[in-house]
């Protein structure tokens, strides 16, 4: 069963405002101070707002429109969640709740969220489900996140699908303002990004070999695409000291202790990935290292 999680709502945690981030960093401090330089480089660019999430939500229903799954045992419930990258089910008491109608007005926004519904007291019972709730599940890190509570009772369609985009975390996620939230959250320390421009011919190849290697480290490394076309984006990349000229390239570090290191590529290999993956997690060729190599030799000449 996935770890659970409650998650606030009215504002995360990584983009409160500064007098909340001062509280919280302090109490972070020691374990996660590093963590912040890539994430803070791209919000210094990329303000966060209710906007971003409101342009998600004018999109059209269209026909055809896809509708919450009922689930009505357990069985159902678990088959649903394996069959997804990330899935978003209401547990209600009760099948007349508002948060019903909820759902149904944010389904359309998120094509690639599967949505379900269950007022099953068995389901509820089984994901520890003691009042209504609208919970995510996260293939990725195999995650569990629960609003409920106050969060619930102030729940409406612009918190919600700030919930969703923000924590929509995928065995490969795209790096922008709101999944960068998500990203900084989560419990997985090591992130491997790729950066490339989404334009070039030979994206979608790259792409699909990515998500490949990506399987082989699900649940130990996050997988992440920089779009390298996207100005945004250019503070994130020279975060690891990369020039244009050098792209495409990996680019891997643990929020931990700040060790990173980088990759140029002609293309994306999953052999190649996978080499760069397990000689990081053996500590092997860190960036950290070579620049205390190249420290020490210049005091030394």
């Given amino acids: 069963m996935p770890q659970s999680i409650n998650c606030r709502v009215g504002c995360p945690e990584s983009e409160a405002p500064n007098t909340k981030t ?40 269209g026909p055809g429109a896809q509708e919450p799954m009922r689930l009505t045992d357990v069985q159902a419930a678990m088959e649903f969640i394996a069959a997804a990258e990330v899935a978003v089910i209401g547990f209600f008491q009760d099948s007349e709740v508002p948060a019903v109608s909820l759902i149904h007005s944010v389904v359309q926004n998120f094509q690639d ?20 709730t609208i919970s995510l599940f996260r293939l990725v890190d195999n995650k569990q996140l629960d609003l ?32 960068a939230i998500g ?6 320390p090591i992130h491997l990004l790729l950066i490339m421009n989404k334009a070039s011919s030979e994206f979608e190849e790259n792409l699909h070999r990515f998500q490949e290697a990506a399987k082989l480290f699900q649940g130990r490394i996050l997988f992440i695409l920089v779009d390298s076309g996207v100005k945004q984006n250019e503070k994130a990349i020279s975060f ?39 000689g990081f997690l053996k500590g092997k060729g860190l960036r950290q290292n070579h620049e205390a190599k190249e ?5 030394e000449l």
């Fill in 22 to 61: 001062r509280a919280w960093s302090e109490s972070r401090k020691m374990e996660a101070m590093p963590s912040r330089c890539l994430f803070l480089l791209f919000l210094s660019t990329c303000k966060l707002s209710l906007e971003v999430v409101a342009e998600v939500q004018e999109s059209s229903d």
């Fill in 113 to 132: 969220v599967s949505f379900g519904i269950s007022t099953a007291s068995e389901v509820l019972a089984y994901y520890n489900i003691t009042g209504n």
């Fill in 148 to 179: 409920k509570g106050e969060d619930f009772e102030s729940m409406d369609a612009t918190k919600l699908s700030r919930f969703i985009e923000s924590n929509n975390l995928r065995l490969v996620t795209e790096y922008n303002a709101i999944t």
């Fill in 183 to 188: 990203l900084f959250n989560s419990m997985i």
């Fill in 240 to 278: 690891f000291k990369l020039k244009m000229a050098e792209l495409p390239a990996l680019a891997i570090y643990q929020t931990l202790d700040d060790k990173w290191d980088t990759l140029p590529i002609t293309e994306v290999l999953v052999e190649q990935v996978q080499n760069f993956c397990d």
């Fill in 295 to 299: 420290k020490t030799s210049k005091v």
